[in-house]
Nanobody, 126 residues
Framework: QVQLFESGGGLVQAGGSLRLSCAASGRTFSIYSMGWFRQAPGKGRDFVSTINWSGSSTRYADSVKGRFTISRDNAKNTVYLQMNGQKPEDTAVYYC???????????????????WGQGTQVTVSS
């Protein structure tokens, strides 16, 4: 099991940018597919973006496509989420997640991810 620690959340104005980081413990980080999900107040935890073990394949929710970029650095055991052009509807707690499942055409289901971080708050003001 891998442990995950998110950072980089905060308050940003609409149109601004933030970069989230997720540091993973353990020596097997590179075998995991990684993902970002978010949960707005009173709503479920929704898929944002995922990336395969090498970083060669990614998938995005339609709501963030073209604005957010997921990447990873296996040497640093870290996955990133660069968020540009932020909107008030991006306000949520953002969670990092890890999966041992084959990435295939792109993992996006919450139940495919077995390890989760504690979450980091992102607030976008209008």
């Amino acid at each position: 099991q891998v442990q995950l620690f998110e950072s980089g959340g905060g308050l940003v104005q609409a149109g601004g940018s933030l970069r989230l980081s997720c540091a993973a413990s353990g020596r097997t980080f590179s075998i995991y597919s990684m993902g970002w999900f978010r949960q707005a107040p009173g709503k479920g935890r929704d898929f944002v973006s995922t990336i395969n073990w090498s970083g060669s394949s990614t998938r995005y929710a339609d709501s963030v496509k073209g604005r957010f970029t997921i990447s990873r650095d296996n040497a640093k055991n870290t996955v990133y989420l660069q968020m540009n052009g932020q909107k008030p509807e991006d306000t949520a707690v953002y969670y990092c997640a890890a999966s041992r499942k084959a990435y295939g055409s792109g993992l996006y289901l919450r139940e495919d991810f077995g390890s989760w971080g504690q979450g980091t708050q992102v607030t976008v003001s209008s």
